[in-house]
């Protein structure tokens, strides 16, 4: 019954911007982290970004000052504002929603594709 769509991603230029959204729908309740993660051709699947319900953040060093998460708790959506893209940001990313009982959700997976 729960379901994590996920929207905004697509093909960018290099030094463009994405910005990615996750909403939640269904029921959830009580929802304390959220986060992005990414998984290019060939590598695990890596953390991104996370947020906590009260808003404090951390990032993959990689994207720190290029990346921002964001949440929306009254929609129970999270964000993720992508800019200064690079090549090495392609993969496909996908949001994480953590529940109670640390029931955790993911989203479908969305492809970004950053040319050079």
């Known amino acids: 019954q729960v379901q994590l769509v996920e929207s905004g991603g697509g093909l960018a230029q290099s030094g463009g911007s994405l910005r990615l959204s996750c909403a939640a729908s269904g029921r959830i309740s009580s929802v304390t982290l959220m986060g992005w993660y990414r998984q290019a051709p060939g590598k695990q699947r890596e953390l991104v970004a996370t947020?906590?319900?009260?808003?404090?953040?951390k990032y993959q060093d990689s994207v720190k000052g290029r990346f921002t998460i964001s949440r929306d708790n009254a929609k129970n959506t999270v964000y993720l504002q992508m800019n200064s893209l690079k090549p090495d940001d392609t993969a496909v990313y996908y949001c994480n929603v953590r529940a109670q009982w640390d029931i955790d959700y993911w989203g479908q997976g969305t492809q970004v594709t950053v040319s050079s």
């Open positions: 947020i906590t319900r009260g808003g404090t953040t």
